[in-house]
Structure formats: structure tokens, C-alpha cells
């Protein structure tokens, strides 16, 4: 399983994938998919345009990954996850040609997920990519519209190390005819995406070059955002529940998307787009993204856990009123750990942590390497011990910050 063992359990082709769709007798053709590729953003993105579309009246199909807290958050149609039954039933009915084809965890998850959009008759089903793009195991799909929101360091071992090598791996699900999405011009990579979509022939737009949108003076717990800029009628505001500054990149990539769906005949109204970025929580089940899990002392979780996710991060952090800064920290030993650690701020108290799966670092040897860069903190070993000792010492006016690692995040929710 990739999700807990890392680079060993990942597959460089699509033939177990194409296997399993065959043997399931293709349900991915009776689909109509919206593909989500991307560094960072790609899951609030994916969360925010199944909620749109919901608001919209569309049986709305969501394919995420990892999970959080319970495997069937990967697999939602409207919000609800995939009954337990039916995860069981389609493991014990397709057991034996499982075992002649021995697919990964992903693989078969894939599978199951869109086995059940089809015999469940989603509308529309959006799905995100795992991991890069070009080989990933949704990259069967013939999708209405894809998606890739940005492009930065991640997985190196497997994508490549350099950024254009990267974006030639997310590049990978652009497909011939149909319109591609990107959500940031990035001139590093900016000729990868046009020179791929020329090469298929097909229609490609940077959404940051059509929209503008601005975050207004913050009244409630929501995001205001002005649409200051859109080449696609867009106009007004908007209420994010996600409140992170980071979420207007997604949110324009969200709305280009929009645009896209509706120029190929679908009705999304205004006021659905607007109701599905300002309920996309409650709509979707989205966690994990500048979650508060108390207030008292304030205590908030993100999973960014690269270095793009990092500075955004930073950047949240900085704008959130505190007095000290307690940081729980808990990183995966396959990550790019030296250039993140640089990163974060020497003056906060650390509560260095393992979380429960073989990937995870050990809790000691990332206080060593935190320690060479200059973060001062104590050994906790398990999550929970942690932030349980950084809410004990934090004082009045504190913020107490969860982070490093989606599956750090995951035992504190």
C-alpha cells in the first residue's frame, strides 16, 4: 500500500488498472469524469467542484485520496461515503481475479470507485489524482474536462527532480480534444502544458490569466473574496469556508473549470457555485485544510507537507493572531525533510511525533534533524502525546499547530 509503505508499492504502468477495468467490464465508459491533477490543492479543488455541482443538481461522484480517518472517505456520491457493505461485497465477489491480476491497494481502490459511479449512475464524477499523473491508475479515464492546479516539489523519487519533469508527469492527463485547466502560470513549466496540449490537440487556458479575486476584510469565519477580474462573467463575491489565502488559486481554478462545463452544455448557475465554495465542508466532508480543532487553547491542523504546502502554511500562520507558537510536528521519512525543516520558524516550541503507519519518521531522529536546523522541542513518540503536552504548556493567547503530515493530521481529527 503506497499510502502506508511509500515508493515500493508504486506501480510505473497502467496494465493492473486496465486489468481490473476490463475484468469489471469497463465502467470507467459509462463516466462522465472531471480529472484533478496537481501539487498542492488538487483535493480542495476536487472537494469544491463535486460541491458545486451537487448545489448545481448533479449526482456528483468523488474520488480523493488519502483518507483521513476511515478508508471510505476516498469514495462519496453527494457527500456520503461508499456503504461498508459494498466495499465488502466487491472484495469478496472480484477476490479471485484480484489474485490472478495482484493489483496494488490504489489499483483495486480505483477500481471499486469506479465500478460504483456506475452502478450507482452518477451525473458526473470527479476524480483526483493519487500520485503525478501519467501513470497514475485514474489515467483511464476520458475525462470532460482536466484539470492540473499547480506544480512544485514532491515525491521526487518517483516523478523526477526537476520541476519540468514533474509537470511533464501531471502533464500526462491531458487528453486529445478535451480542454485542459491550469491553475497557475508557473513560467518554469508554462511551455510544458502548452507544447503537450498542442501535441493533442486541444484547448488549454491558465485560470489566473482569465480570473483576478481578492480577499475583502474577513467578518465571520469565512474567507470573503471579491472577483475583481473574469473573463468568464464571473462577478460579485464569494464566501470560502475554506480560510486559507491559498484557497483563491484553487478557487479560480475551480470557477475557469466552471466555465469549461458550462461552454460543453451543463447548467451550473451562479448561485450554485456560490453555495458549494461556501458549504464545500458540510457538502463534501472535507478536513484537514486550516481546521480548527479548539479554541482554547486554539489549536489548527493543515496537511501541507511539502515545501509550496509549507510556505502557505507559514503564511497562515503568520496572519493568525498569537502570542507563542507551540508547532506539532509529525513528517513521513520519504519526504524531502532537510529543505522543509529549514523552512519553519525557529522561535516556535516543538513537539516532535511518529505517526502510526511504516512511512511515518521516528519521532527521534526528527528532533535530531530539527535540532541541526535550529528547531528547539521534545520527543513526544505518538501524536496524541503530543498535543496533548503542546495544549498543557500553551498560555493564554497561544496557537497550537498540527502539521508535516496528512497522517499526523489524521490522529489529532
Known amino acids: 500500500m503506497f499510502h502506508r509503505v511509500g515508493a515500493a508499492a508504486y506501480k510505473a504502468n497502467l496494465d493492473n488498472t486496465w486489468a481490473i477495468c476490463n475484468m469489471l467490464g469497463n465502467p470507467e465508459r459509462r463516466l462522465r469524469c472531471i480529472h484533478v491533477a496537481g501539487t498542492n490543492g488538487k483535493g480542495s479543488t476536487s472537494h469544491m467542484l463535486a460541491a458545486v455541482l451537487q448545489s448545481a443538481g448533479f449526482k456528483t461522484g468523488l474520488y480523493t485520496s488519502p483518507h483521513l480517518k476511515d478508508f471510505r472517505e476516498r469514495i462519496r456520491i453527494n457527500g456520503k461515503m461508499i456503504p461498508r457493505k459494498t466495499v465488502t461485497t466487491f472484495v469478496e465477489k472480484h477476490r479471485a481475479g484480484f489474485e490472478k491480476i495482484q493489483p496494488s491497494f490504489f489499483e483495486w481502490t480505483v477500481g471499486l470507485a469506479f465500478d460504483y459511479f456506475a452502478q450507482q449512475q452518477v451525473d458526473i464524477a470527479v476524480i483526483e489524482v493519487g500520485l503525478g499523473g501519467r501513470l497514475d491508475s485514474t489515467n483511464v479515464i476520458d475525462p470532460l474536462v482536466s484539470v492540473i492546479t499547480n506544480i512544485s516539489f514532491d515525491h521526487k523519487n518517483l516523478l523526477g527532480n526537476t520541476l519540468k519533469k514533474i509537470a511533464g508527469e501531471k502533464a500526462g492527463i491531458i487528453k486529445p480534444g478535451r480542454p485542459v485547466v491550469i491553475g497557475e502560470t508557473q513560467p518554469e513549466?508554462?511551455?510544458?502544458?502548452?507544447?503537450?496540449?498542442?501535441?493533442?490537440?486541444?484547448?488549454?487556458?491558465?485560470?489566473?490569466?482569465?480570473?483576478?479575486?481578492?480577499?475583502?476584510?474577513?467578518?465571520?469565519?469565512?474567507?470573503?473574496?471579491?472577483?475583481?477580474?473574469?473573463?468568464?462573467?464571473?462577478s460579485g463575491t464569494l464566501q470560502s469556508e475554506l480560510p486559507g489565502h491559498y484557497q483563491l488559486k484553487n478557487i479560480a481554478t475551480v470557477l475557469q473549470t466552471v466555465a469549461e462545463l458550462?461552454?460543453?452544455?451543463?447548467?451550473?448557475?451562479?448561485?450554485?457555485?456560490?453555495?458549494?465554495?461556501?458549504?464545500?465542508?458540510?457538502?463534501?466532508?472535507?478536513?484537514?485544510?486550516?481546521?480548527?480543532?479548539?479554541?482554547?487553547?486554539l489549536t489548527i491542523a493543515d496537511t501541507g507537507h511539502n515545501e509550496a504546502g509549507i510556505h502557505e502554511v507559514l503564511h497562515m500562520l503568520k496572519h493568525t493572531p498569537h502570542r507563542r507558537l507551540h508547532i506539532v510536528l509529525g513528517m513521513v521519512g520519504d519526504k524531502d525533510i532537510r529543505n522543509i525543516l529549514k523552512l519553519l520558524p525557529q522561535k516556535?516550541?516543538?513537539?516532535?511525533?511518529?505517526?502510526?503507519?511504516?512511512?511515518?519518521?521516528?519521532?527521534?531522529?526528527?528532533?535530531?534533524?530539527?535540532?541541526?536546523?535550529?528547531?528547539?522541542?521534545?520527543?513526544?513518540?505518538?501524536?496524541?502525546?503530543?498535543?496533548?503536552?503542546?495544549?498543557?504548556?500553551?498560555?493564554?493567547?497561544?496557537?497550537?499547530?498540527?502539521?508535516?503530515?496528512?497522517?499526523?493530521?489524521?490522529?489529532v481529527i
Not at 221 to 233: C, D, F, N, T, Y
Not at 269 to 291: C, E, F, M
Open 348 to 411: 516556535a516550541t516543538y513537539y516532535f511525533c511518529r505517526a502510526g503507519i511504516p512511512r511515518a519518521l521516528d519521532a527521534g531522529e526528527l528532533q535530531k534533524m530539527g535540532f541541526r536546523a535550529g528547531l528547539r522541542g521534545e520527543n513526544c513518540e505518538t501524536v496524541k502525546k503530543a498535543l496533548k503536552a503542546a495544549q498543557h504548556k500553551a498560555g493564554k493567547g497561544d496557537l497550537v499547530f498540527v502539521g508535516g503530515s496528512t497522517f499526523t493530521v489524521a490522529e
Open 189 to 234: 513549466v508554462k511551455s510544458v502544458f502548452i507544447r503537450k496540449a498542442k501535441e493533442v490537440k486541444t484547448q488549454l487556458t491558465f485560470a489566473d490569466q482569465q480570473i483576478e479575486l481578492k480577499v475583502q476584510k474577513r467578518i465571520g469565519k469565512k474567507l470573503p473574496v471579491r472577483i475583481v477580474r473574469s473573463a468568464e462573467g464571473f
Open 262 to 297: 458550462r461552454r460543453q452544455g451543463l447548467s451550473i448557475p451562479a448561485a450554485a457555485v456560490r453555495k458549494g465554495i461556501s458549504g464545500v465542508t458540510a457538502l463534501t466532508g472535507l478536513q484537514g485544510r486550516w481546521q480548527t480543532l479548539s479554541k482554547n487553547p
